[in-house]
């Protein structure tokens, strides 16, 4: 307390004007101070708060008992909501901000009202801390025999610069296959469950299409016919990020170039459904520009044109899907994607 | 048979040979060739009539005088009736303004009127017809599998919950609040605008009335977990985090720094 210097409400302590800052502002009474009643008044204040606080604790189990989960209140401006939701919360936040906002009035109003001035000392430590911290080092130094085994402080130091690399080799296989025989990430990357033959089927119900089933202007969410067969533990989900498509239909006449010669098929086209900015799916085709727009950062793709980027952060072309029709008259892929599907990773060839 | 028998060598036979087989093939092959699934009812002769005058007043500006199309305007041969009805039916057709698309507000025409366009319309060349009470009945459909489809085939533009987004230099999908089940048919099975067209081979009738069933359930849902706020997810509820709780939280310090009086 002897670093403390108070400047009491009721002026029971002397200030020290040109030292202290405080000091040149004059103290005023709150009127609780001065007041009797005034204090009275903010008494039965704080503990009306604190009394609407219980009173809320117990509407909160009255509603959690009393009000069905299924009853739904119309509340002007925000429209139908879960009654017992909004009466659990209400309560709940009320009774907890009433009983912070009782203390604070209370420290406010009430608890003493005075300045205080805590005085600040040097950061350095004494003279004689800093020689005992030194002394203190150097015989550890001297007791460990640090300076003496030299055997002991070479393998400890190399032992020490080693160990990092198990971690920095587990990064190899980030870019190569750690068993000989199965794929790399990379190839693991560049490959789909497409293959010549391979029927295309719509996303969710899987079923095979014919070219006269796709309108012009029509446009399908479409997946492999096996990606059905690709059990969730072998990575289904890895197989559909990877193999999904969109089919759209337009007049041949209006397709100005594709990826490859004769990949469509009487103006049906595949792409990828995988933007190549950052992997979002896209869907947004617009069937009279031919765009198709990825929501998450506006890359537009033009589908009559190659698939080619024409707005938005993309680096890459759509990838186009070559297709055609199997003996019974459904569409098929002609092969796999020609180039990874997706976006870049470092080891792309394109 | 001797009336017959005695002019089968008359000039006039083999005209009238001709004709019947031309119409016999013509006939035969628009029958088997007519796979398109819903077939146009053309409508009484009048109604015909009676649509190609509105046709010709209202609509030929832009799609031309044999709804041939125009630089302005799109052909409408094909187009079918449930186009006709869609575009026309909830304002987008006539045309408010040109501008990045069709918007729309009150129809300007009866429903008779719409009717005998859409006649007219189907008249020219089959076409999506407007559905049928049957078609538009999803009191079997499965609201889940609707979810899924609409998550599948229509999320991608009009978001989860059916509100709508931006798509490209001013085009948007609307928000499907307020669709009616025929709209919702009507506007997959034509394809107005921007919006692909999603056809019965690819999406059955039974699949269009799941996702009406999904659709109208997002109409009808409350909002059991509290206040939706206009169920856009993170956008909505960030801007309220940042606006109202901000502005409360800092009238909280402001009230707690306050010196007391």
């Keep these: ?350 | 048979m001797k009336f017959l028998a005695a002019r089968r060598r008359n000039p006039l036979v083999a005209i009238g040979l001709l004709l019947f087989a031309l119409i016999a093939v013509g006939g035969g092959y628009a029958a088997i060739a007519n796979v398109q699934p819903a077939q146009a009812s053309v409508g009484s002769q009048t109604q015909v009539e009676e649509g190609k005058r509105l046709y010709l007043a209202g609509c030929s500006s832009c799609h031309g005088m044999e709804a041939q199309g125009t630089e302005t305007g799109p052909t409408l041969i094909g187009v079918g009736a449930a186009a006709v009805n869609f575009q026309v039916a909830t304002g987008r057709m006539p045309l408010a303004a040109p501008g990045a698309q069709a918007v729309p507000k009150d129809p300007t025409y009866t429903e008779e009127q719409i009717a005998a366009l859409a006649a007219y319309v189907a008249s020219l060349a089959p076409g999506p017809a407007i559905p049928t009470a049957e078609d538009l009945d999803f009191s079997d459909a499965d609201v889940a599998q609707g979810g899924v489809l609409f998550r599948t085939n229509c999320a991608q533009c009009h978001q989860a919950a059916g509100q709508g987004g931006a798509l490209t230099q001013g085009k948007y999908a609307p928000n499907l609040m307020g669709s009616t089940p025929q709209q919702i048919w009507e506007a997959m099975a034509t394809g107005p605008q921007s919006m692909p067209v999603f056809s019965t081979a690819t999406l059955p009738a039974g699949d269009k009335q799941a996702i009406m069933a999904y659709i109208t359930n997002l109409q009808t849902a409350s909002s059991p977990g509290g206040l939706d706020l206009g169920r856009l997810g993170p956008v909505t509820e960030g801007l309220f985090l940042f606006t109202a709780v901000f502005a409360a939280l800092i009238a909280a310090a402001i009230w707690i720094g306050m010196k007391a009086r």
């Design chain 1, 1 to 350: 307390m002897t670093d403390l210097t108070t400047h009491g409400a009721h002026g029971s302590e002397p200030t020290r004007p040109g030292h202290l800052p405080v000091a040149d502002v004059p103290h005023v009474l709150r009127v609780a101070d001065t007041d009797p009643k005034a204090a009275k008044r903010v008494e039965r204040q704080v503990s009306s708060m604190f009394l609407l606080s219980i009173l809320l604790v117990v509407a909160f189990v009255v509603a959690y008992i009393g009000i069905d989960k299924s009853t739904v209140v119309y509340i002007p401006v925000f429209g139908e909501v879960g009654a017992s939701t909004i009466a659990l919360g209400l309560t709940f936040g009320a009774s907890v901000l009433l009983i912070g906002a009782g203390a604070i009035q209370w420290a406010k109003k009430l608890m003493p009202d005075v300045e205080v001035v805590q005085m600040r000392h040097e950061l350095v430590s004494p003279a004689d801390e800093t020689a005992e911290a030194a002394a203190n080092y150097e015989r550890g130094k001297e007791e460990s025999g640090f300076a003496r085994y030299k055997m002991i402080r070479r393998t400890m130091i190399g032992a020490m610069a080693l160990f990092p690399i198990p971690l920095v080799i587990m990064l190899r296989d980030l870019w190569s296959s750690p068993v000989s025989g199965t794929l790399s990430p990379a190839e693991i990357l560049s490959t789909t469950i497409w293959k010549k033959g391979e029927r295309i089927v719509t996303d969710a119900t899987y079923l095979p299409v014919r070219p006269e089933d796709l309108p012009v202007g029509g446009l399908v969410s479409a997946v492999p016919a096996s990606l059905q067969e690709v059990q969730h533990l072998e990575g289904n989900l890895n197989a559909r990020g990877k193999a999904a498509i969109i089919l759209v239909r337009m007049d041949p006449d209006e397709i100005v170039s594709q990826q490859g010669d004769g990949w469509d098929y009487q103006g049906i086209l595949a792409y990828s459904k995988i933007c190549t900015h950052v992997g979002c799916p896209i869907a947004l085709y617009e069937q009279r520009t031919h765009h198709l727009l990825c929501p998450c950062h506006q890359s537009t793709f033009d589908l009559a044109n190659s698939g080619n980027v024409v707005f938005g952060p993309a680096a890459r072309n759509m990838p186009q899907l070559p297709i055609g029709v199997d003996s019974e008259g459904y569409l098929i892929a002609m092969d796999d994607f020609s180039e990874p599907i997706g976006p870049s990773f470092w080891e792309r060839s394109k």
